[in-house]
């Protein structure tokens, strides 16, 4: 199952939700959650995660088919919270190696490879961009509480809609809070969006910041925190869809 992570502004949370919820998944389900690192062209999720790279989806290019997989799989980086990462570039200038192509490959070996795959999306409407949109099986679009942002994620609903064929019910908003003391309240937000909130994250002060710097992930380090639960949610959500989906299958 495919989990994109995406904003229509930079800021939002992504990284910090997208590593969190992996992780959340992770600790649950050992070694079934790989959190795939597109924030191009800044890749910042294996530092969030404390996590030093050494290999990247871009230097897999080169191999071949029968290698692809294999090299593939030798750049994950094991977290001890249970979950795996795949960075896209080790530096700036390889994110350019990243292809739609390239993408596609990748995602269709993780899929056989793990249960979930979370996708750390950039802000950019790239083709890399569109083709992880168009493929995941669900979208949480990170929505913060300020008008300009909310304008912009109406009308990305529409495009996903009218333009792109994504129904929505496909994506989940989730409400982030990264500022303290917004102006915009939920009631605000749903009536501009035009549709509710599916999960709405409070502003933890620094402690997503402080887990960073200290090499931790909070949902790991301060379970009982607000936005840790909150996360938490998030992650039995993926997994109870994830569950719904493999009995319909069978
Ligand atoms: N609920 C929250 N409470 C407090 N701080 C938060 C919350 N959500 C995010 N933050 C903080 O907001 C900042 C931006 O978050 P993050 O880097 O995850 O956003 P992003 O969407 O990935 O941004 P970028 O555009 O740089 O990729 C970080 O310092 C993070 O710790
Ligand atoms: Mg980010």
Redesign the pocket.
């Known amino acids: 199952m495919i989990v994109a992570v995406y904003?229509v502004?930079?800021?939002?949370?992504?990284?910090?939700?997208?590593?969190n919820l992996a992780a959340a998944v992770g600790r649950k389900h050992r070694g079934e959650c790989v959190l795939v690192d597109l924030?191009l062209p800044?890749n910042?999720a294996a530092l969030?995660a404390n996590l030093a790279p050494s290999s990247c989806m871009a230097l897999c290019d080169r191999a071949d088919q029968g290698q692809f997989e294999q090299a593939l799989l030798d750049a994950l980086l094991h977290h001890p919270t249970g979950m795996a990462l795949l960075p896209s570039a080790l530096r700036v200038e390889q994110s350019e190696l990243i292809t739609p192509q390239l993408v596609q490959r990748t995602l269709d070996v993780l899929d056989d490879a793990f249960n979930y795959l979370v996708v750390?999306l950039?802000?950019a409407m790239s083709e890399v961009t569109l083709g992880v949109l168009e493929r995941a099986d669900r979208i949480l679009l990170?929505v913060t509480p300020e008008l300009p942002t909310l304008k912009d994620t109406a009308d990305l609903l529409r495009i996903f809609e009218d333009m792109l064929e994504i129904p929505p019910g496909r994506v989940s908003l989730v409400l982030?809070?990264?500022?303290?003391q917004t102006m915009v309240t939920r009631a605000d937000a749903e009536r501009v969006v035009r549709r509710k909130m599916d999960m709405e994250?409070?502003?933890?002060?620094?402690?997503?910041?402080r887990a960073?710097v200290t090499g931790e992930i909070l949902v790991a380090s301060e379970p009982s925190s607000a936005?840790a639960k909150s996360v938490m949610r998030l992650a039995s959500m993926i997994t109870d869809e994830h569950k719904a989906r493999s009995s319909r299958r069978a």
Do not use: C, L, Q, W
């Not at 994250?201 to 910041?209: K, L, N, P, T």
């Open positions: 904003a502004k930079g800021g939002a949370g992504r990284t910090t939700i997208a590593v924030s800044y910042h969030v750390d950039g802000v990170m982030n809070h990264s500022r303290p994250i409070a502003y933890e002060g620094a402690r997503f910041d960073a936005a």
